[in-house]
């Protein structure tokens, strides 16, 4: 009966050890993962560079607010997965737009003192390693509707505080020859089951950047934030 009790409670201890020490594993993957993404990143900015100048379009943006940092205690809630899957759709241009290569992009938000290189993909694999990039979406810059979705509350947390934004906020997507601004029009929460957000804009030669997160503590709805390029 002792050797059962011993096992139990040894099985439990390192049940809890595992529960304990999961979000820091997937903290150090998401920090490793950006590290080796942004080495990438700079590597292929400097090649660009040495080829033709860089492009750039800037405009005067607010001050970024000092913000409280990043809550230990979100980080060790359960994952809360970003699981966008579009409706079936036999439209040819959106399934031509799947074989286009994103860019090497990294996603800045001085408000919000975020940082990160973006990867291509919403699936979970992609979304571990940074904010993913939805591949039937436009890409930065161009014309429809440019797509990034990223996690909250696990691996790297990218997105942790883009609920903090405000009409006027600055979002740019640096590719390595050039560098375009979006300024964010709303910031709302919907349902998980609201694919409207993923549709391009009315105007077909507008430029919008969608920005999708979870909820906190619940996933059952999604953050959307919503910008527009800013002129040149």
Not at 23 to 30: H, T
Not at 124 to 133: E, S, T, Y
Request: glycine content about 6%; proline content about 7%.
């Amino acid at each position: 009966m002792k050797r059962i009790l011993r096992g139990a409670l040894s099985l439990l201890f390192v049940l809890g050890v595992t529960i304990a020490t999961w979000p820091l594993g997937q903290r150090a993957y998401g920090v490793w993962s950006q590290r080796s993404l942004e080495s990438q990143w700079e590597q292929t900015k400097r090649a660009a560079g040495a080829h033709h100048p860089k492009k750039t379009t800037s405009q005067p943006h607010r001050a970024a607010a000092k913000h409280a940092s990043q809550s230990a205690a979100a980080q060790g809630n359960a994952a809360a997965a970003i699981s966008i899957s579009r409706p079936a759709t036999g439209n040819s241009a959106r399934r031509a737009a799947v074989a286009r290569e994103l860019p090497p992009t990294r996603i800045a938000i001085p408000d919000i003192q975020l940082e990160a290189v973006v990867v291509s993909g919403l699936d979970d694999k992609a979304l571990a390693r940074g904010p993913g990039h939805d591949p039937q979406s436009a890409l930065p810059g161009e014309p429809g509707n440019c797509v990034i979705a990223g996690h909250r509350n696990v691996y790297g947390s990218w997105f942790y505080r883009v609920d903090a934004l405000w009409a006027g906020s600055l979002i740019r997507l640096e590719t390595p020859d050039a560098t375009h601004n979006y300024q964010v029009l709303t910031v709302q929460t919907v349902a998980e089951s609201d694919y409207t957000v993923l549709r391009p804009p009315a105007d077909p030669n507008a430029m919008r950047l969608t920005l999708i997160t979870c909820t906190l503590p619940h996933s059952s709805n999604r953050i959307i934030v919503i910008a527009e390029k800013v002129p040149d």
